[in-house]
Structures are given as C-alpha cells and as structure tokens.
C-alpha cells in the first residue's frame, strides 16, 4: 500500500523550531518530486514547498523562505520541513504530498497525502 | 503569489450538475495546462480528482470534469449525490516554478 505518515507537529512558543517528517512506504521514493502544504483552522490550502527527486530543485512559498527547509533523504525513503521563528501565523495541519508520475512523465499534481501532523504556535 | 479566486460556496440537488470556478492570472492558470483540483471531506485529506485540467485518475468518478478558458479554470461535476458534499480545492503550478492553491469551495448537496 502507498502511504505517506507525518510526525513532529506539536505546540510551541512564538520564535521556536520543530522539525516535521514523512515517512514513505510502498513505492520507490527517490523520483519523486514531493510537497508540503499546510492547512490552518478553518481555512484552505496553502502550498509551502517542494524538492525534486534528486533535491536539486527546491521552492518555497514567499511567506515562509528564510525559515523553513525543506529536505529528503532517499535512503530513508523520508522528507523533512525543518521550521524555524514560528509564528502564531504558521499555525496549521502540515501535510506532506507526492507528486503524480506516469509511465516516465512527472505532473505538477498531488495524488497521494499523509494524514497531516498539527502545529500550534501559541505562548 | 496570491491564492487562486474561488466562490466560497456553491449548492445544488442530488442528480443537479454544479460548477466551481478557479481564476489566476496568465502567470499561473491561464500559463499552463497544470491546473488540478482536491476533494476534501471534513477531518480528512485531500484527494486528487483532476490533474492538467482536464484527466481524471484512475478510480475517480466519470462525473467529475475539468475545464479551462484563459484564466479561469473550472470543476463540474454532473449527477450530485451526497457523497459529493466536501470542500474543493483548484491548484495551478507558477511561473515561479511554484504552486499556488485557491481558497477552497465548500460544496453542500441540498
């Protein structure tokens, strides 16, 4: 079975760090481009970030460059959004995502989700 | 990068046929064939339904569609059962080799 799982979310303080996972199974991870997106309260979804393959091509959204990395490693089939100087803003359900591939071909759309994992920023 | 424009909700009947729009501008929507759209139901994760405008995964209902006309893309979805009620959420790939999504549609089945 495909499956994406995040973990790492949890309540901390204006300022503070947490470093958020996605562990991938049941596929081979290393081509695949993957995703955050995070959801807050009541609100739609926000795209965060994306790493290719390989890691060579990493975006960011504006709001959140310069404080948040995002990171894979392939041997652990798992990606990584390390989050720095939260803010009451960031707070939200994080969501890691791949990106749909067919017969060699790489789309700009997410066919598989993880759960999600919460971070609350709050003092 | 702003959020793609979509009504914040939309009604209709079981059997009626409903239709979300999603507006960018030429730097994303109307720039690629790369628009998709989500199904959410409430607690839940998101669900890909249609990728690059128009194609349906595998599995998803035929009653789904996509569309687009210069910047505006659009979700129909004919025959509306109960099941359908959920939000929908437009997404588009940038100019920025970014992504953007829309503010989501909350769908109610009458």
């Known amino acids: 079975e495909v499956r994406l799982v995040e973990s790492g979310g949890g309540l901390v303080k204006p300022g503070g760090s947490l470093r958020l996972s996605c562990a991938a199974s049941?596929?081979?991870?290393?081509?695949?481009?993957m995703n955050w997106v995070r959801q807050a309260p009541g609100k739609g979804l926000e795209w965060v970030s994306s790493?290719?393959?390989?890691?060579?091509?990493?975006s960011y959204t504006d709001s959140v460059k310069g404080r948040f990395t995002i990171s894979r490693e392939n041997a652990k089939n798992s990606l990584y959004l390390q989050v720095n100087s939260l803010r009451a803003e960031d707070t939200a359900v994080y969501y890691c995502a791949r990106d749909r591939a067919s017969a060699g071909r790489y789309f700009y759309a997410m066919d598989v989700w993880g759960p999600g994992t919460t971070v609350t920023v709050s003092s | 990068q702003s959020a793609l424009t979509q009504p914040a909700s939309v009604s209709g009947s079981p059997g009626q046929s409903i239709t979300i729009s999603c507006t960018g501008t030429?730097?994303?929507?109307?720039?690629?064939?790369?628009v998709s759209w989500y199904q959410q139901h409430p607690g839940k994760a998101p669900k890909l339904i249609i990728y690059d405008v128009t194609n349906r995964p595998s599995g998803v209902s035929n009653r789904f569609s996509g569309s687009k006309s210069g910047n505006t893309a659009s979700l129909t979805i004919s025959g509306l059962q109960a099941e359908d009620e959920a939000d929908y959420h437009c997404?588009?790939?940038?100019?920025?080799?970014?992504?953007?999504f829309g503010g989501g549609t909350k769908l109610t089945v009458l």
């Open positions: 997404a588009s790939y940038t100019s920025s080799s970014t992504r953007v």
């Open positions: 790493i290719s393959g390989s890691s060579r091509d990493i």
């Open positions: 030429n730097g994303d929507v109307g720039g690629y064939n790369y």
């Open positions: 049941g596929f081979t991870f290393s081509p695949y481009s």
